[in-house]
């Protein structure tokens, strides 16, 4: 079988991890978190005090690209990679409401775009490969063999989310969270480099009122009829 390249991309909080991972197994595919990418260097530079202090330093970070080194390490209990920041495993921390405050920021600096962008190019020029984000059927695969655009209302997407910030024992509020969403969808879509839309030639796919078994298996389907 012809391995292809599965580019899904959409708003914040629509599931597209949990079912690119779920295709990525049953196809026996290679699976990329690019938000984990954007949420590590968020982490960076919130450790080094650039951005949610008094004031942003855009300007240190960028100098400080080239210091910090992304690896994802595949963990066989967890059945997929974890992302580890300067051989740190940062899964767990990248994950909360704060690094989401400030990622859609750091995600609209031109430099960190190149810089992560490169290196998703890189770990896709064998295909076998699927990926999730927001440009990455439009900027880092354009020429994907399948794309899909995710969506669902904005109240469904915060009340996933909530229960899963709740799940791993943070304290939040749902209006919180849905506030969050609504603002990274904005700044996404509004961004100057590579702003977050649907590509001309992407599938697009509204779960709001679908459950997995039926999202994986439309999607799966999809990948068939191609390879
Ligand atoms: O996918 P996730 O919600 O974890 O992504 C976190 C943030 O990273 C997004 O809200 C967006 O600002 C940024 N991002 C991006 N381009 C990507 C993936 C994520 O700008 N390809």
Do not use: C
Not at 6 to 32: C, E, N, P, R
Request: cysteine-free; aromatic content about 8%; overall charge neutral.
């Amino acid at each position: 079988m012809a391995k292809i390249t599965i580019a899904i991309d959409g708003y914040s909080s629509t599931g597209k991890s949990t079912i690119a991972k779920q295709l990525a197994k049953a196809l026996g595919y290679v699976y990329v978190d690019t938000g984990a990418m954007y949420r590590a260097v968020t982490l960076f530079a919130m450790r080094n005090g650039f951005i949610g202090g008094q004031n942003d330093n855009i300007g240190a970070l960028v100098k400080l690209l080239p210091r910090i080194k992304l690896k994802f390490v595949y963990n066989e209990t967890l059945g997929y990679a974890e992302i580890y920041l300067n051989g740190e495993n940062v899964e767990r921390e990248i994950r909360t409401l704060e690094v989401s405050k400030y990622v859609s920021r750091i995600a609209e600096v031109e430099e960190v775009r190149h810089m992560l962008v490169d290196i998703q190019k890189d770990m896709g020029m064998e295909k076998g490969i699927v990926m999730d984000g927001r440009d990455i059927g439009t900027v880092v695969f354009p020429n994907a063999e399948l794309k899909i655009f995710m969506t669902a209302s904005p109240e469904k997407r915060a009340y996933r989310r909530y229960k899963e910030l709740l799940d791993k024992k943070e304290e939040v509020t749902y209006e919180d969270v849905l506030a969050n969403v609504e603002n990274r969808d904005r700044i996404d879509s509004n961004r100057e480099f590579s702003p977050l839309k649907r590509a001309d030639d992407a599938i697009l796919f509204d779960n709001s009122d679908m459950g997995l078994k039926e999202q994986f298996e439309r999607m799966y389907n999809h990948a068939l009829r191609i390879i």
